[in-house]
């Protein structure tokens, strides 16, 4: 899309226009073409693949992470109970009474 026309699309100024797609376009988010007179813009998908992939990483742990989590608390706690059932046979733990 040429930059008059996507300067049409905003209530902002041109060079306000031209300056964010000077970034986007040294950011590699876009890619830029002359035609003629004018400046074509078009999105660089695959650099929004990586855009993507780290915002995905700030986004925090999975439900899966969070599950394992849990099982591995589980077992760890299922552990010290039998370690201390081994140890001390006649004593109750605190779900067994």
């Given at each position: 899309?040429?930059?008059?026309?996507?300067?049409?699309?905003?209530?902002?100024?041109?060079?306000?226009?031209?300056?964010?797609?000077?970034?986007?376009?040294?950011?590699?988010l876009v890619r830029d073409e002359t035609v003629g007179r004018q400046r074509?813009?078009?999105?660089?998908?695959?650099?929004?693949?990586?855009?993507?992939?780290?915002?995905?990483?700030?986004?925090?742990?999975?439900?899966?992470?969070?599950?394992?989590?849990?099982?591995?608390?589980?077992?760890?706690?299922?552990?010290e109970r039998r370690k201390e059932h081994e140890a001390h046979p006649d004593?109750?733990?605190?779900?067994?009474?």
């Amino acid at each position: 899309m040429p930059a008059g026309e996507i300067a049409n699309r905003f209530a902002i100024t041109r060079p306000a226009i031209s300056r964010h797609l000077r970034v986007l376009r040294e950011s590699g988010l876009v890619r830029d073409e002359t035609v003629g007179r004018q400046r074509v813009y078009a999105l660089d998908l695959a650099a929004f693949d990586e855009l993507t992939a780290w915002l995905s990483s700030l986004a925090g742990p999975t439900w899966e992470q969070h599950l394992d989590a849990l099982e591995t608390e589980v077992y760890r706690t299922r552990r010290e109970r039998r370690k201390e059932h081994e140890a001390h046979p006649d004593r109750k733990t605190g779900s067994d009474g």
